[in-house]
């Protein structure tokens, strides 16, 4: 497999100058495109427009070179809010078969997969949990990553609306939570099992009460957006593999906290490759439930006017953003069970020609 990464900018959600202009020149091949990790300018939260607005505005324009059918397939995952410095942006992944000319190497790898549509009542659920499990162990095979080379998990998954609520079935666990709280335990289910697939954390070990309660339990390569433009779940994992024939690869870290500036160095250094190589970081962000950073008090989670997600984007984009120097970084908010409270994996991809 040989996979290519780019990185284009854009100035609203529905800004597609950078993408025609690769597409033109010939430098992207749109047949080839395979998933479109974004960061779009809205809130982030559940009434954020501009996910869906992006993802509209690249199928509908995808449909034109692959059709319908196929422009449906591409996994697409938009990450709202460009809190701080954080610059939107687009990260392009294509792939195609190698060349049997071509040497083989060490090097970047992807498998995709989209999961059924979840009813209101299974999302957060231990039965989204077992599905998003399933799910992952058949792109990482589909893609010839050994579990141990997988090193970032990237998941849209979806919430639950007031209307869902209204229309839900009596028994399910979401009528008692907000739609906000629903996106908490939409990513904390899906990161759940990132972890279960990978064997960070045992199915038989874990209960419907540990989802967004017991945050001992989490992936250290999971990353899980949530919003209400989909159903269901849109997979992306990203690992290393030796059959590939990729100018690019991709390590990772684990940042202890948000202000962990090392996990990033970290994870860059695992590229084998220098800082000045990097195509982009993607990294989560939480404002520590614990109330504190580095033993100092943080208001992140008592301002009522502007939410805590938005905060944490801000400091950990600006913290990322400060060591590659580009402020076109992905950073996702809310990273229940996806690294140690108040931290979040990050990973880093760099290019190896």
Not at 56 to 61: E, F, G, P, R, V
Not at 194 to 221: F, M
Not at 246 to 275: C, E, R, W, Y
């Amino acid at each position: 497999m040989k996979v290519d990464v780019y990185k284009l900018p854009q100035n609203s959600p529905d800004d597609l100058e950078a993408l025609k202009a690769a597409i033109a020149s010939g430098e992207i091949n749109p047949q080839l495109i395979v998933a479109i990790l974004g960061k779009t300018e809205g809130n982030g939260c559940v009434n954020d427009f501009t996910r869906g607005f992006a993802v509209q505005t690249l199928k509908n324009y995808l449909t034109n070179f692959v059709g319908k059918e196929r422009s449906e397939s591409i996994v697409y995952v938009m990450s709202g809010g460009t809190e701080g410095a954080i610059s939107p942006h687009l990260t392009i992944f294509t792939s195609q078969p190698s060349q049997p000319h071509i040497p083989t190497r060490m090097a970047l790898t992807l498998g995709m997969i989209h999961t059924r549509d979840f009813t209101s009542a299974e999302i957060g659920s231990l039965t989204m949990v077992k599905e998003v499990a399933l799910a992952v162990n058949q792109a990482i095979a589909s893609a010839g990553i050994a579990k141990a080379d997988v090193h970032f998990v990237q998941i849209k998954c979806p919430l639950v609306t007031s209307r869902d609520r209204l229309l839900d079935n009596p028994q399910s666990t979401n009528k008692s939570i907000s739609s906000y709280e629903s996106m908490g335990y939409s990513r904390g289910a899906s990161a759940l099992g990132v972890a279960v697939a990978l064997g960070e954390v045992q199915l038989e070990d874990l209960s419907a009460n540990d989802i967004c309660q017991n945050y001992a339990l989490y992936s250290t390569i999971a990353s899980t957006s949530a919003g209400v433009e989909l159903r269901n779940c849109e997979i992306l994992v990203l690992g290393n593999a030796p059959t590939s024939t990729s100018n690019f690869v991709i390590g990772h870290s684990v940042m202890q906290h948000a202000l962990d500036a090392h996990a990033v160095t970290k994870a860059i250094a695992s590229t084998g490759q220098p800082s000045d190589r990097i195509v982009n970081i993607f990294a989560k962000a939480e404002a520590d439930p614990s109330g504190e950073l580095l033993g100092r008090r943080h208001t992140m989670m008592d301002d009522s006017d502007i939410n805590h997600t938005r905060m944490a984007r801000a400091v950990v984009g600006a913290v990322v953003a400060s060591i590659v120097q580009d402020p076109m970084v992905y950073v996702s908010g809310g990273s229940e069970h996806q690294g140690p409270s108040g931290g979040g994996p990050v990973a880093a991809i760099a290019h190896i020609d």
